[in-house]
C-alpha cells in the first residue's frame, strides 16, 4: 500500500493521556478488549448487539469521516476519498482495505487482512461465521459522506471472511 | 519512590506502533487498534440502556473481564519487553515502584490521565481519574447515572494489584476486585477506584 499522498495529524498530550487524530480524540485497545466487546454484544439478549454494533460504527464515521473530509477540501475526487478512507482504517489498525471498485450504487470491497480476524483467533480461535462486523459499518459510513447520501442508505454484508477459511474478506454493499 | 512517571510516558508515546506487512500493530503480545472514543462510548452505552438490567449487569461484568484480561496480558507484555528492561526496571526498586511505573505506563493509551491516590502494599490501591472520556458523555445524554461507567478504570486498576502482588503471572488475574467509588457520570468531580484483594 502506498502511503504517500495523505497524511494523518496525530498528537498526543502526555499531560492528559489523550490522543487527537485529525482534531478529534481517539484510544488505543486491544485485541482482548475489542474482541471482548463484540462477543459480549453477540450474546446479548433482548436486542440485537451485531447490528447495534454495525449502525453506530456506521454512524461514528460518518461523523468523523465528515469531518475529516471538512478539514480537507483538497480531496476533490471520489478516487481520492475512497483512498484516503482505506488509509486512515491502515493508519488505525485495521488492516488493508480496498475500497476502489465501489461506486454510489455500491459494488464490492475486499480486504486482505483483518484486524477483526487476527484479533479474534488469538482471543477465541476458529469461528465459522464472518467477523468483521466493523469493516461494514466503517465502509457504510465512509460511503455515505463521499457520495453525500443520508445515514442509513448502504447496507453492507460480508460475503467472504479470512477466519472461515476464504483468501480475503469480501463485502457486497448494496444501496438500499 | 523513584518512578520517572514523565519519562516512561516519553518513552511509550514516541514513535509509531509496529506493524506487520498486513498492517496489524503488533506489540507486548497483543493486537492493537485505535478507534474514536465515542465510538467505545456509543457502542456500549446504547448496549446497555436498550437492554433489561439483568442483561446489562452480564454486559457490564463481560466488558470488566474484557479490560481485565486486556491489561493484564498488556501490562505484563510490556514489563517483560526489552525495552522495559533497559528502561524502566532500573528505576524499580520495590513492588511500589512497579504499580506506578505500569500506571505511567497506562498513560499513553489515550484514555485519560491516572493517578495514584493510596496505595497499601498488597492490600489496596486507589486510583483518581478527572478527565476519563465516557463519563461527561454519559451525563450530557442520559442524565446523573445510579452507578459508576468507568470499566476501562475499574480493571486497569486490579490488573496492577494482580500483576505485582498476586500469584505469579499468569496466574494472578482476578485476585484483586476493584470498585468505582465515584465517577463523573454521578455527578462527582472526578472518577475514583478501590482494588482490594478479594475474600479467600
Known amino acids: 500500500m502506498k502511503l504517500s499522498k495523505f497524511v494523518f495529524t496525530k498528537k498526543f498530550y502526555p499531560e492528559k493521556n489523550l490522543i487527537e487524530f485529525e482534531g478529534s480524540l481517539i484510544s488505543l485497545h486491544c485485541h482482548h478488549f475489542n474482541c471482548g466487546l463484540l462477543k459480549g454484544l453477540e450474546e446479548l439478549k433482548g436486542i440485537d448487539g451485531l447490528n447495534l454494533f454495525v449502525k453506530t460504527t456506521e454512524e461514528v464515521y460518518y461523523h468523523f469521516f465528515s469531518d475529516y473530509l471538512k478539514r480537507h477540501p483538497e480531496f476533490e475526487t471520489i478516487e481520492d476519498k475512497l483512498q484516503v478512507a482505506s488509509e486512515m482504517y491502515y493508519a488505525f489498525g485495521y488492516g488493508l482495505l480496498d475500497l476502489s471498485n465501489l461506486t454510489e450504487n455500491g459494488g464490492i470491497a475486499k480486504a486482505r487482512s483483518s484486524y477483526y480476524v487476527t484479533a479474534w483467533l488469538a482471543k477465541y480461535g476458529r469461528r465459522y461465521s464472518p467477523v468483521c462486523y466493523f469493516t461494514c459499518g466503517f465502509i457504510a459510513g465512509i460511503l455515505e459522506v463521499i457520495f453525500n447520501k443520508s445515514l442509513g442508505t448502504y447496507r453492507v454484508k460480508e460475503i467472504n471472511c479470512l477466519i472461515v477459511g476464504d483468501d480475503y474478506c469480501k463485502f457486497e454493499v448494496e444501496k438500499i | ?200
Not at chain 2, 462510548?41 to 438490567?53: C, D, F, L, N, T
Not at chain 2, 496480558?73 to 528505576?91: C, D, I, L, N
Open chain 2, 1 to 200: 519512590m523513584a518512578i520517572d512517571a514523565q519519562k516512561i510516558i516519553s518513552i511509550y508515546s514516541s514513535g509509531e506502533l509496529p506493524r506487520d506487512q498486513k498492517g496489524i500493530i503488533g506489540i507486548f503480545g497483543i493486537y492493537a487498534a485505535y478507534n474514536y472514543n465515542e465510538f467505545f462510548y456509543k457502542v456500549v452505552s446504547r448496549a446497555i440502556m436498550q437492554v433489561s438490567e439483568e442483561e446489562a449487569e452480564k454486559i457490564e461484568a463481560q466488558l470488566y473481564q474484557a479490560v481485565l484480561d486486556c491489561a493484564y496480558y498488556t501490562f505484563h507484555g510490556a514489563r517483560t519487553s526489552m525495552t522495559w528492561k533497559q528502561e524502566v526496571s532500573p528505576m524499580i526498586k520495590t513492588p511500589e515502584d512497579e504499580v506506578e511505573a505500569l500506571i505511567a505506563f497506562t498513560n499513553v493509551f489515550g484514555i485519560g490521565y491516572l493517578e495514584i491516590v493510596e496505595l497499601v502494599p498488597g492490600e489496596k490501591l486507589v486510583t483518581r481519574v478527572s478527565n476519563a472520556y465516557d463519563p461527561a458523555r454519559y451525563l450530557e445524554e442520559y442524565g446523573p447515572q445510579p452507578k459508576g461507567r468507568c470499566y476501562m478504570f475499574r480493571a486497569c486498576t486490579a490488573s496492577y494489584m494482580d500483576l505485582v502482588y498476586g500469584p505469579r503471572f499468569p496466574k494472578g488475574i482476578g485476585t484483586f476486585k476493584c470498585e468505582e467509588v465515584k465517577c463523573r457520570s454521578m455527578g462527582h468531580p472526578y472518577c475514583e477506584f478501590v482494588a482490594t484483594r478479594k475474600e479467600r
